[in-house]
C-alpha cells in the first residue's frame, strides 16, 4: 500500500511537469501579468483625516426673515441652513397650534406642499417596490397608528392637516398635498422605517469639563436632490412642564432628536430584526418618544416608559435615552424571537464577540448589543463596522473636551468607500453638550455629506 501511494505522488507530479513543458514554457521571464481592476483595498490610515475645532465655536447663523401665524402661536425665524421654529402651546389648544404651524410653513416656504409630497413618495417607493398605485396597506398602516394616538395629538394632526392639505384625495402623487399624506408624513419612521443611525455618549468621568456630552447621527434619504437638506429645522416647543426642543424635517412634528427642558435627551434607532411587521393593535413609537419627552424628568424613567411598552410598538428598536447623570439604551423587542426588552447601560452584559473598552462611554447602532438579545451586529459588516469605529476612536479618550469630541466625530474621510460613521445618507449630527446645556448640530447641506463640516449653534434648551 505505501508502494501505491509514492507511485500515485511520483505520477502527479510527472504530470504537472509535463502540462508545464507541454507549453513549452522554461520560465517567466516571458510571463505577462493579465491586466486586473483596481484594487479596492486601502490601508486603514487613508480613511482618516483631521478637522480641527480647537476654539472654533459654533456658527450662529443670522435670520434672514421671520413669519408667524395670525395668532402668534407659531413663529419661524427663516435661518440660513435651517428653520428655527417655536410652538406655543400657552397661546392655543393642539389643533390651533398645529394649524397655526401649517399656516407659518406656507409663509417660510411657499412650494411646501411640492417639496414635502416629492421626498414622501421617494420614501414610499423605497420601502415597497411594485405597489403599482395600490397604497391600501400604506392607508391601513397610517389609519391604526392614528386612530392609537392620544386625543391631543390626533387633534393637532388634524390641525396641520385640515391647514395645510390642498385639493386632492388619498395617496396620489400629483405634486398636491392631501390630507391623508399630510397625516402620513407624522408616520413615516412607524411606516415606512429605514434608517442607519448611532449614538455615543460620554459621562463626567471621561470629559474635561465633568459633564456629559451627547452625540446623534441620524441617516436617511437624503432624496434624489439631497431636497430633504433644505427642511432642516429646530422646534422649540412652549408647553409648561412639557416644553422640549426637537431637531427634525419641516412639518414633522413627531421625534427624530429631541431633548426636553430637564435636559432628557432621547433618539431612536432601527434596529430591523427581521420580525414580521405587524400594525395590529399597534402604537405609534415615535409618539411614544414624544409623550415620554413631554412626561418624564429623568433618563431613566423615559426609558422605563419605552421598556414597558415595547410590546406595543410595531417593531424593534434601539432608544437612545441620556440625561445630564446617565446613559442608556432602551433595547425594546417586540416579541420573545427577537430577545427580552431591557435597559443597557455601560455595565451592561454585551453578546459574546463584541469588545467595548471603556464603560464610561455607550454606544448603539442599528442592532441590539446586550447579551440574548438577537445580534444583528456581530456578523453584520454596516453594523459591526460602525462599533468598532467608535471603540477605536473613542474609548481611549480620557478628560474629552468638546472641541475634541467633534474632531473625532469628524475624523474619517468621505470619499472612501469604507462603511463610515458619517455615512452619504447623514442627514444630522446633533451634539448635547451638558456643561452649558446647549445643542450644535452639523446640517447636511444640499451638497451632501461634506469632509470638513461645520457645526451650527441650535441654542440652549433651557
Same mark, same amino acid.
Given at each position: 500500500?505505501?508502494?501505491?501511494?509514492?507511485?500515485?505522488?511520483?505520477?502527479?507530479?510527472?504530470?504537472?511537469?509535463?502540462?508545464?513543458?507541454? +507549453?513549452?514554457?522554461?520560465?517567466?521571464?516571458?510571463?505577462?501579468?493579465?491586466?486586473?481592476?483596481?484594487?479596492?483595498?486601502?490601508?486603514?490610515?487613508?480613511?482618516?483625516?483631521?478637522?480641527?475645532?480647537?476654539?472654533?465655536?459654533?456658527?450662529?447663523?443670522?435670520?434672514?426673515?421671520?413669519?408667524?401665524?395670525?395668532?402668534?402661536?407659531?413663529?419661524?425665524?427663516?435661518?440660513?441652513?435651517?428653520?428655527?421654529?417655536?410652538?406655543?402651546?400657552?397661546?392655543?389648544?393642539?389643533?390651533?397650534?398645529?394649524?397655526?404651524?401649517?399656516?407659518?410653513?406656507?409663509?417660510?416656504?411657499?412650494?411646501?406642499?411640492?417639496?414635502?409630497?416629492?421626498?414622501?413618495?421617494?420614501?414610499?417607493?423605497?420601502?415597497?417596490?411594485?405597489?403599482?398605485?395600490?397604497?391600501?396597506?400604506?392607508?391601513?398602516?397610517?389609519?391604526?397608528?392614528?386612530?392609537?394616538?392620544?386625543?391631543?395629538?390626533?387633534?393637532?394632526?388634524?390641525?396641520?392637516?385640515?391647514?395645510?392639505?390642498?385639493?386632492?384625495?388619498?395617496?396620489?402623487?400629483?405634486?398636491?398635498?392631501?390630507?391623508?399624506?399630510?397625516?402620513?408624513?407624522?408616520?413615516?419612521?412607524?411606516?415606512?422605517?429605514?434608517?442607519?443611525?448611532?449614538?455615543?455618549?460620554?459621562?463626567?468621568?471621561?470629559?474635561?469639563?465633568?459633564?456629559?456630552?451627547? +452625540?446623534?447621527?441620524?441617516?436617511?434619504?437624503?432624496?434624489?436632490?439631497?431636497?430633504?437638506?433644505?427642511?432642516?429645522?429646530?422646534?422649540?416647543?412652549?408647553?409648561?412642564?412639557?416644553?422640549?426642543?426637537?431637531?427634525?424635517?419641516?412639518?414633522?412634528?413627531?421625534?427624530?432628536?429631541?431633548?426636553?427642558?430637564?435636559?432628557?435627551?432621547?433618539?431612536?434607532?432601527?434596529?430591523?430584526?427581521?420580525?414580521?411587521?405587524?400594525?395590529?393593535?399597534?402604537?405609534?413609537?415615535?409618539?411614544?418618544?414624544?409623550?415620554?419627552?413631554?412626561?418624564?424628568?429623568?433618563?431613566?424613567?423615559?426609558?422605563?416608559?419605552?421598556?414597558?411598552?415595547?410590546?406595543?410598538?410595531?417593531? +424593534?428598536?434601539?432608544?437612545?435615552?441620556?440625561?445630564?447623570?446617565?446613559?442608556?439604551?432602551?433595547?425594546? +423587542?417586540?416579541?420573545?424571537?427577537?430577545?427580552?426588552?431591557?435597559?443597557?447601560?455601560?455595565?451592561?452584559?454585551?453578546?459574546?464577540?463584541?469588545?467595548?473598552?471603556?464603560?464610561?462611554?455607550?454606544?448603539?447602532?442599528?442592532?441590539?448589543?446586550?447579551?440574548?438579545?438577537?445580534?444583528?451586529?456581530?456578523?453584520?459588516?454596516?453594523?459591526?463596522?460602525?462599533?468598532?469605529?467608535?471603540?477605536?476612536?473613542?474609548?481611549?479618550?480620557?478628560?474629552?473636551?468638546?472641541?475634541?469630541?467633534?474632531?473625532?466625530?469628524?475624523?474619517?474621510?468621505?470619499?472612501?468607500?469604507?462603511?463610515?460613521?458619517?455615512?452619504?445618507?447623514?442627514?444630522?449630527?446633533?451634539?448635547?453638550?451638558?456643561?452649558?446645556?446647549?445643542?450644535?448640530?452639523?446640517?447636511?447641506?444640499?451638497?451632501?455629506?461634506?469632509?470638513?463640516?461645520?457645526?451650527?449653534?441650535?441654542?440652549?434648551?433651557?
Amino acid at each position: 500500500m505505501k508502494t501505491v501511494r509514492i507511485l500515485a505522488a511520483a505520477a502527479a507530479s510527472a504530470m504537472a511537469f509535463t502540462a508545464l513543458c507541454g +507549453c513549452e514554457r522554461k520560465g517567466y521571464r516571458d510571463f505577462v501579468i493579465p491586466e486586473q481592476g483596481k484594487s479596492t483595498l486601502e490601508p486603514v490610515e487613508t480613511i482618516y483625516m483631521h478637522n480641527d475645532y480647537s476654539g472654533v465655536a459654533p456658527k450662529k447663523e443670522k435670520t434672514l426673515k421671520t413669519v408667524s401665524s395670525a395668532d402668534g402661536s407659531c413663529v419661524i425665524d427663516c435661518k440660513e441652513s435651517y428653520y428655527d421654529i417655536t410652538l406655543d402651546y400657552e397661546k392655543g389648544n393642539y389643533y390651533d397650534v398645529g394649524a397655526a404651524y401649517a399656516e407659518a410653513i406656507r409663509l417660510a416656504k411657499e412650494d411646501y406642499p411640492a417639496f414635502a409630497e416629492g421626498y414622501l413618495y421617494e420614501n414610499v417607493k423605497a420601502a415597497f417596490n411594485g405597489l403599482n398605485g395600490d397604497y391600501s396597506g400604506i392607508l391601513n398602516r397610517v389609519d391604526a397608528f392614528y386612530k392609537a394616538l392620544d386625543e391631543d395629538y390626533r387633534q393637532e394632526i388634524d390641525g396641520f392637516a385640515d391647514k395645510m392639505h390642498g385639493d386632492s384625495d388619498g395617496l396620489k402623487e400629483d405634486g398636491i398635498l392631501s390630507r391623508d399624506e399630510v397625516v402620513l408624513m407624522q408616520f413615516i419612521p412607524d411606516v415606512l422605517r429605514g434608517t442607519s443611525c448611532s449614538v455615543l455618549s460620554a459621562d463626567g468621568d471621561v470629559t474635561a469639563t465633568g459633564e456629559r456630552i451627547t +452625540c446623534r447621527i441620524l441617516e436617511w434619504q437624503l432624496g434624489s436632490d439631497n431636497q430633504i437638506c433644505s427642511g432642516h429645522c429646530t422646534v422649540h416647543v412652549k408647553n409648561g412642564d412639557k416644553s422640549y426642543v426637537s431637531v427634525s424635517y419641516l412639518g414633522f412634528m413627531t421625534i427624530l432628536t429631541a431633548v426636553n427642558s430637564n435636559g432628557v435627551m432621547l433618539a431612536e434607532l432601527d434596529v430591523g430584526s427581521g420580525e414580521a411587521y405587524t400594525y395590529d393593535s399597534k402604537t405609534s413609537y415615535t409618539y411614544g418618544l414624544r409623550y415620554a419627552l413631554e412626561n418624564f424628568s429623568t433618563a431613566r424613567e423615559a426609558a422605563g416608559y419605552l421598556a414597558d411598552n415595547a410590546v406595543n410598538y410595531p417593531y +424593534c428598536v434601539n432608544v437612545m435615552c441620556t440625561d445630564r447623570n446617565d446613559a442608556y439604551i432602551a433595547e425594546l +423587542c417586540v416579541n420573545d424571537e427577537a430577545g427580552t426588552t431591557v435597559i443597557r447601560d455601560g455595565s451592561s452584559r454585551l453578546n459574546k464577540g463584541l469588545k467595548w473598552d471603556e464603560p464610561h462611554y455607550l454606544c448603539a447602532v442599528n442592532s441590539f448589543a446586550a447579551d440574548g438579545n438577537q445580534d444583528q451586529l456581530v456578523h453584520k459588516k454596516v453594523n459591526r463596522v460602525r462599533w468598532d469605529r467608535y471603540n477605536e476612536l473613542f474609548c481611549k479618550e480620557k478628560n474629552i473636551t468638546i472641541d475634541r469630541f467633534k474632531e473625532l466625530m469628524c475624523s474619517e474621510k468621505t470619499d472612501n468607500e469604507l462603511v463610515r460613521i458619517r455615512g452619504n445618507g447623514m442627514v444630522h449630527m446633533v451634539i448635547a453638550d451638558y456643561s452649558s446645556n446647549s445643542l450644535q448640530a452639523i446640517l447636511t447641506g444640499a451638497g451632501g455629506v461634506t469632509d470638513s463640516p461645520e457645526f451650527i449653534d441650535l441654542g440652549k434648551w433651557k
